[in-house]
């Protein structure tokens, strides 16, 4: 069964480092989104792209987010300066379609550990 | 910003019980809705989803209800298993995010069905 695959697992890094967390959406999805869970609460969007372009960001995807997908098969959050309130579980989702209209299928996920 | 609640953080059933999780929403503009199964270490999966048009879709063990005047949703899970013990996701999509997927989501039951 085709499965949206993120890597690494685990990260962790220093305050003020640059990270980036790869994600694979599966082949033929057009949509990808960003959700993270920070620890004890909900899940929360960042971030939709669709054709090489971010659709919707939320208020949390300020300057020092950005996502590309440089190739046709990966997809890519950047988080220029870590800060410590960045130390979430990181999701990478994609859909057929728009999610919202049909499902949107979740990475394992990353944790990110800001120190 | 609490748009979509999941007011009971955890529930214990007995195995081939009925389990019930509930979900309510605020936001008027949502118009398609959707649950959630989350193991640890997993991400979230996608159980079923609901259209506003609709008031109750079914799929196997898994019924969603939509009380779109009390702006309130269930998901009935008949009869539990105990693989069924998870944190399940209440998610919502607003209309205006229609080409975006974006979707909110609620905090979060956790169920626990007993052997």
């Known amino acids: 069964e085709p499965e949206v695959t993120q890597t690494p697992s685990h990260q962790v890094t220093q305050m003020g480092q640059e990270v980036i967390l790869r994600c694979v959406p599966i082949s033929n999805h057009l949509y990808f989104y960003w959700y993270r869970q920070i620890l004890g609460q909900k899940v929360e969007f960042l971030v939709s792209?669709?054709?090489?372009?971010?659709?919707?960001k939320s208020e949390i995807f300020d300057d020092q987010f950005s996502v590309e997908r440089p190739d046709g098969s990966n997809f890519t959050l950047k988080i220029r300066s870590t800060k410590l309130e960045d130390s979430a579980m990181y999701f990478c989702a994609s859909s057929e379609k728009v999610a919202g209209r049909t499902e949107a299928f979740f990475g394992q996920g990353t944790r990110l550990t800001v120190v | 910003d609490q748009q979509v609640k999941q007011n009971s953080p955890s529930l214990s059933v007995q195995e081939g019980r009925i389990s019930i999780l509930n979900c309510d929403y605020t936001?008027?503009?949502?118009?398609?809705f959707l649950w959630y199964k989350k193991y640890p270490a997993e991400g979230p999966t996608f159980l079923i989803s609901i259209s506003s048009i609709k008031d109750k879709n079914e799929d196997g063990r898994f019924t969603v209800f939509l009380n779109k005047s009390a702006k309130h949703l269930s998901l009935h899970i008949v009869p539990s298993q105990p693989g069924d013990s998870a944190v399940y996701f209440c998610a919502a999509s607003s209309i205006r995010s229609s080409n975006t997927g974006k979707l909110i989501f609620g905090q979060g039951t956790t169920l626990q069905v007993k052997p």
């Open positions: 936001n008027s503009m949502f118009d398609y």
């Open positions: 792209f669709y054709n090489n372009e971010i659709s919707e």
